[in-house]
């Protein structure tokens, strides 16, 4: 069957399976990595995990240059999708006062070999990730203005987690269709 084969046939399973492809909501620390630390300061990602794709993907580069670049974009895509719905959802909830569309512009997607991650906060929008809450509902407090003197409580609006359950079969499908597609072309090349 060969390499391309041997990968595709545990490949299906692994995408909608529970282990570990869509891990969910991390901290990030300064440098963007996971990581604890003081979430108001910090941004939070979705990672998706197509390391199962690895030795698939770099069969494909080994066999068509052309088709793994199509793969790659295709695979970006998927992230691409997961940002989208995530900006959806930040933007849904009111906000009143400059810079109240700040949480959507800071959300990006991140490509570290077959690793993606849908990122939000950051310094351009610290209040991002206390107001996704870790993804649950509920409240949390926060300093007016910076003033340590006066808190309030706030209600969480959560976006990032639900915004992958949103896409989660489309992401699915798109990932099984990209590499029914790259196979598909390298099979006919």
Do not use: C, Y
């Not at 490509?111 to 610290?126: C, E, F, K, Q």
């Amino acid at each position: 069957m060969g390499m391309i084969g041997e990968d595709l046939s545990g490949l299906i399973g692994d995408l909608g399976g529970d282990d570990g492809d869509l891990e969910g909501i991390d901290n990030l620390d300064d440098e963007g990595g996971s990581g604890g630390g003081n979430q108001q300061q910090q941004g939070i990602s979705i990672r998706i995990d197509t390391t199962p794709l690895r030795h698939l993907a770099s069969d494909i580069r080994k066999l068509s240059p052309e088709v793994s670049r199509e793969f790659n974009r295709e695979l970006r895509g998927i992230g691409d999708l997961v940002a989208d719905a995530a900006r959806k959802r930040a933007s849904s909830f009111q906000r009143v006062g400059m810079g109240t569309d700040r949480i959507e512009q800071s959300i990006k997607v991140r490509r570290s070999g077959m690793s993606l991650r849908v990122i939000a906060g950051g310094d351009g929008a610290p209040e991002a990730a206390p107001i996704d809450h870790g993804g649950n509902p509920g409240s949390f407090r926060h300093p007016v203005f910076g003033n340590q003197d006066v808190w309030v409580g706030q209600v969480a609006h959560p976006f990032m987690e639900p915004a992958l359950e949103d896409v989660s079969d489309e992401l699915e499908g798109r990932m099984v269709a990209a590499v029914d597609r790259a196979l598909r072309a390298v099979g006919s090349s």
